[in-house]
């Protein structure tokens, strides 16, 4: 085999490798699997400025209480509120997330962390909330305000404080057509005073993960009552 030959050979070798080379990828471009978009992720940032941004859809917002409210312990017992929280939501649409906002005191302005604290108990997954759990908190001088995020709520199970307990509310709110709450401040101050409990909360679909405002939450009225067991 001459030069010429030789020439001739590494040319057919050279393009016959560029071939099936060029065959390989315009097949492989041709039969790609469809990438999957992303799914949504839906969330609730754990910062003031994302509950402002969120109550300003009324459509998001549930009143527990939206008026001053008085409230205390008396011999041994709560003067409180019961509230139920109806819902109306569909396979499609589900509670995803949210805040609890809490505003309360007395005549002597915020609550004393040391020994005074707000009870919020949905079907007895709640108690009184743990003010160091707030991912917000205001001590002003006329009331204490309070913010939650809904499914990391911390609270104790007694007036005792003895070891915190967790609950996620999101997941409450899913599984119950109607959640009765028991509302009551934990002060021996006769002036004591809850102004406003409300939930804020975002609507997902739960198969697709994508936002949605399917889901509605709704409050009966308070009805206030004093408790029949000693307080806790």
Sequence with gaps: MDGKDIKQAIIILVSTAVLILLTSWISSFFNKS?????RP??????????????????????????SR?????????FINAKVVVTKNDTTSSKVKCGYLF????????????????VVVKPSDFGGHLVQDSAIWVNNGALYSQYLYPLDKIQYWGSHLRAGVLNADWT???????????????????R?????????V?????PQSGEENTGCNLSAT?????QTDSPVQ
């Design 69 to 77: 409210s008085a409230m205390f312990a008396k011999d041994g017992k």
């Design 221 to 225: 009225p308070p009805q206030y009552q």
């Design 41 to 66: 992720v839906v969330g609730c940032s754990s910062d003031y400025q994302s509950y402002s941004e969120l109550i300003a859809n009324p459509k998001h917002v549930v009143f527990l209480i939206n």
């Design 171 to 189: 997941q409450l709110l899913n599984v119950s057509d109607t959640v009765p709450f028991l509302i009551a401040l934990n002060t021996i101050n």
């Design 201 to 205: 909360y975002k609507c997902y679909n």
């Design 102 to 117: 809490v505003q309360a005191g007395t005549d002597r302005g915020a609550l004393s962390p040391q020994w005074e604290d």
């Design 191 to 199: 002036s004591g005073f809850v102004d406003q409990i409300t939930i």
């Design 34 to 38: 469809p990438v999957a978009p992303p």
